[in-house]
């Protein structure tokens, strides 16, 4: 009854017909050419609204103002069911999307136009990330302490899209593409044994399939490295105290936290280096080896009590005879001054990545490496895009610049 009382107001006012010619975005004139009808899908169910329609014969495109006033451009959803299907595309599949729409709404779209509508929806969201880079406010706080941490994860891709790449599969292909993921929070808070505790509500993610890979030539940052500052900016990086770059070693993030970041706290993960120490454990005496289990165990005391000399003269008479042992040194000897865990953990330091790779399954993974899931890039990035903007908190934020852009068209 509420969309019949909506759709009998909306096609009762002819407002819209404003002259015989309008101008086209072209900037030859428009003519009027009738009152056209289109059904539109609204929260309060489908709407038919016939608007004025405007024809130019310069390049042959019609519009109609009424759409343009109501957010309906280039869509059948109204601004309140694509805001719906942003959420619900951002948090799962686009068949769990419909279901949720039509049983919580009763509105009832398709899931191609779920996946449709969702991923231009995150394709907006994406220009709207590049364009839109908003510093805190003067006077607005900042945590004294400010993390932020990089990784990389696969989501698969469709063939297509995979056309000449190498990969990890037996016959040298690939089956995914790496997600570049930048992730930002503060940790004022201490659990009973003093550790530092992730603040809640602080964590901020930014996300692409894009190339971090840089050369000394280069006199512009990579596409991630762009992306990375950008978030730095929108955090206030910059003004923090204290700033921190946690890693898992890959020699990526240091070359980028070197370029962009030169005065940061450089600290490898300290789960990541017991996890090698591990491996080479097991490599040595077996996987289910008493043996193996207490080297590890030495060594990762060692590795806590900053005694690096130690881990790697353990590691050394290995190396000849076993890859692991031998990566483990170089591994080591490479980031010595990013494993000063005593001093870290006095300086009151998170020495864990751990919101990073739960960023990587929250932010990437529940959303786009479910079982039977294959992207294109362009797909891919569309929704996490959305995702990170919503896990962000800031989707409020760009909604309300879209309505505002609207409204000034």
Not at 17 to 37: D, N
Not at 59 to 86: E, I, N, Y
Not at 177 to 204: H, N, Y
């Amino acid at each position: 009854m509420a969309a019949c009382a909506v759709q009998a107001r909306l096609n009762a006012d002819t407002s819209d017909q404003v002259g015989p010619s309008l101008a086209c975005a072209c900037g030859q004139p428009a003519r009027y050419a009738g009152r056209r009808a289109k059904t539109f899908a609204s929260v309060l169910g489908p709407l038919t609204l016939a608007r004025a329609y405007y024809h130019c014969a310069a390049c042959d495109a019609g519009f109609c103002p009424r759409d343009r006033a109501l957010g309906l451009v280039g869509t059948s959803l109204s601004p309140g069911v694509l805001r719906m299907v942003g959420l619900v595309g951002a948090m799962v599949s686009f068949e769990e999307g419909h279901e949720l729409l039509r049983e919580l709404a009763s509105v009832r779209v398709p899931t191609t136009h779920v996946e449709r509508a969702a991923e231009a929806l995150g394709r907006e969201i994406a220009h709207d990330e590049r364009t839109v880079v908003e510093p805190p406010m003067a006077g607005e706080p900042v945590a004294p302490t400010l993390y932020l941490g990089m990784d990389g994860t696969g989501v698969p891709i469709r063939k297509a899209d995979l056309a000449g790449r190498a990969g990890k599969q037996p016959d040298g292909t690939a089956k995914t593409r790496e997600v570049k993921l930048c992730t930002m929070w503060s940790a004022e808070r201490r659990d009973p044994d003093g550790t530092p505790v992730r603040d809640a509500g602080s964590i901020s993610y930014s996300a692409a399939i894009e190339s971090a890979a840089q050369t000394d030539t280069d006199e512009t940052p990579s596409v991630f490295a762009a992306r990375v500052e950008r978030e730095a900016t929108r955090r206030g990086f910059d003004r923090a105290t204290r700033r921190v770059v946690l890693g898992d070693g890959a020699t990526w993030i240091w070359n980028l936290a070197d370029e962009s970041f030169p005065d940061a706290v450089q600290i490898v993960d300290r789960f990541h280096v017991k996890q090698h120490l591990s491996d080479v454990a097991k490599a040595i005496y077996g996987a289910t080896s008493d043996l193996a289990r207490a080297w590890a165990r030495v060594r990762h005391d060692e590795l806590d009590a900053g005694d690096l000399d130690a881990v790697l003269g353990a590691l050394r008479p290995h190396a000849v005879a076993h890859d692991e042992a031998r990566t483990c040194v170089g591994y080591v000897e490479r980031n010595r001054d990013r494993m000063r865990y005593p001093a870290f953990r006095a300086a009151g330091f998170c020495t864990s990545t751990g919101v990073v790779e739960a960023g990587c399954k929250v932010a990437i993974g529940t959303r786009c490496k479910r079982a039977g899931m294959h992207w294109t890039v362009a797909g891919a990035d569309a929704i996490i895009a959305l995702r990170c903007c919503k896990l962000s908190g800031r989707f409020e934020d760009f909604w309300e610049r879209r309505s505002a852009r609207a409204a000034v068209a």
